[in-house]
């Protein structure tokens, strides 16, 4: 199938190594996305998710307090990529593949030039006419018994 659309224009916000995570957490809040790229420069040195922030996070009086450490002590390290001109279903294939949920966008010299999430990919699909089928899953409910009941 070839996609004959406009290129998606999205805004990337990135972080040098030593933004404090707690900044990042409140650029990602006010702006509601949930992978931030780290880059030294424009060379992508890691990925810094929602998750990764939550998991150095405690509570306090109900509300999330993020340390001030440099978000690069959280961030993975040399995350999967894909290049400008990678295939929509080779992206989706690498996701799936290393269940992750973003996918930088290098060039051949690792500079960031973007970054493909899961949502862009079911924007990607719900634009597209096929789209407007049915779900092509049948589905099984497997139900387990309740915890400490034998199965």
């Known amino acids: 199938m070839t996609i004959a659309a406009e290129p998606m ?3 990337v916000f ?3 190594p030593d933004y404090p995570l707690s900044a990042a957490w409140d650029l990602m809040s006010r702006h509601h996305f949930r992978h931030l790229p780290v880059v030294s ?3 992508l040195i890691g990925i810094l998710s929602d998750r990764d922030i939550l998991a150095r996070a405690t509570m306090e009086s ?5 340390p001030e450490t440099p978000v690069v002590e959280a961030a993975t390290p ?3 990529v894909c290049g400008p001109k990678t295939d929509v279903c080779d992206v989706v294939r690498l996701m799936i593949e290393k269940k992750i949920d973003a ?3 290098v060039d051949g ?10 949502t862009d990919l079911l924007l990607l699909l719900i634009s597209l006419e096929e789209a407007k089928v049915p779900l092509p899953f049948m589905f ?3 139900q387990r018994a309740a915890a400490g009941a034998a199965e």
């Open 9 to 11: 224009t999205r805004k």
């Open 14 to 16: 990135v972080v040098p």
């Open 41 to 43: 420069g424009r060379a």
């Open 62 to 66: 109900g509300a999330i307090r993020v």
């Open 78 to 80: 040399w995350p999967n």
């Open 103 to 105: 996918v930088p966008v």
């Open 109 to 118: 010299a690792n500079q960031l030039v973007g970054l493909v999430t899961s």
């Open 140 to 142: 099984h409910i497997e």
